[in-house]
């Protein structure tokens, strides 16, 4: 079955500090999506980024960076010199394509605290 | 461009009572989903559309909740005699089927039940 861990509940940094969440996946599709989306204080979902199951290029987007291998099933989500406005809750999360309404499947997210 | 909207924003009722909840979905989206995001956890998948059909609902989605998209554009949720348990943050998310952010799911604020 399909299932998302992320296994730090919460990070705590001073800023500036560069801090990674990890995120491993499990899935018996050949194909499927990966997600990272952040939730701050005021509760909405903002996506951050998609990646395809048959594209493990890493992608770098400012201070974030994702880290992606097949190998051991893992999304990794690098923050590079966090700021205090990085403090949210991060969740990973997977879609199979094999599955045709796509749904998300959830981690239960890493509360990343970010000290000035 | 607006994004996806819920409304409202947060709901306090007494048990027993129905709710409904309401989803505008980013407008030339034909896809749209219902989660419910408990404390601590992550979102749930509860249903979704595509257009005016409802196409799946979870096992989480008891005799109680009702999802309606008549025209395929916003999508109304009911809860009917509300539990304690129902006390929840409820997700709204919206997609398309084409383009080049296919299948990304991009989340409304959220309506915060609370049951007394």
């Known amino acids: 079955a399909q299932k998302v861990t992320q296994a730090q509940t919460e990070i705590s940094v001073v800023e500036k500090e560069d801090v990674t969440l990890d995120c491993v996946y499990e899935t018996r599709d050949t194909t499927y999506y990966l997600f990272w989306y952040k939730q701050p204080p005021s509760g909405e979902l903002v996506f951050l980024i998609r990646r395809n199951s048959f594209d493990e290029q890493n992608e770098i987007s400012g201070r974030y960076s994702w880290n992606f291998q097949k190998s051991t099933s893992s999304f990794n989500f690098t923050i590079t010199a966090s700021q205090v406005v990085d403090s949210a809750v991060y969740f990973c999360?997977?879609?199979?394509?094999?599955?045709?309404?796509?749904?998300?499947?959830f981690g239960s997210g890493t509360r990343l605290l970010v000290r000035p | 461009d607006t994004g996806v909207s819920q409304d409202p924003r947060h709901k306090i009722t007494k048990r027993g009572q129905n709710v409904t909840f309401r989803c505008d979905p980013i407008?030339?989206?034909?896809?749209l989903y219902w989660y419910r995001q408990t404390l601590g956890q992550g979102p749930e998948f509860l249903t979704y559309?595509?257009?005016?059909?409802?196409?799946?609902k979870s096992r989480l989605l008891s005799d109680r909740f009702s999802a309606e998209r008549p025209k395929g554009s916003f999508s109304t949720l009911e809860i009917q005699r509300t539990e304690q348990g129902d006390s929840a943050m409820y997700l709204c998310a919206s997609t398309s089927t084409s383009g080049s952010s296919a299948d990304t799911q991009y989340f409304g604020p959220g309506t915060r039940l609370t049951v007394l």
């Open positions: 999360a997977l879609s199979e394509v094999g599955d045709s309404s796509y749904k998300l499947i």
């Open positions: 407008s030339e989206h034909n896809r």
């Open positions: 559309f595509q257009n005016e059909a409802q196409l799946e």
